[in-house]
């Protein structure tokens, strides 16, 4: 069974880009800010920027998000 990716645009480091992942994805995205009381936009910031510092930018940004919440729900951690 395949889920649709939705792409969505949000503002991080003050630049535009567009992300596109699965909903359940997004939803997880969601529920993991709501709990640490940021934006998702300021989620996928930190994310971002964690991916850069450990020089791991190879991984796309949507992998990236993809892999953080694994992490949350798997409660081994993540960015942040």
């Not at 910031?45 to 940004?61: F, P, Q, T």
């Amino acid at each position: 069974m395949t889920t649709a990716r939705n792409k969505r645009s949000l503002t991080i480091a003050r630049h535009r880009t567009s992300v596109s992942l699965e909903e359940p994805f997004w939803t997880a995205l969601a529920e993991i800010a709501k709990a640490k009381g940021k934006s998702v936009a300021a989620l996928v910031g930190e994310i971002d920027k964690s991916r850069v510092d450990n020089a791991d930018d190879a991984v796309s940004l949507s992998a990236a998000i993809r892999l953080y919440v694994l992490a949350q729900t798997q409660g081994t951690g993540g960015a942040s």
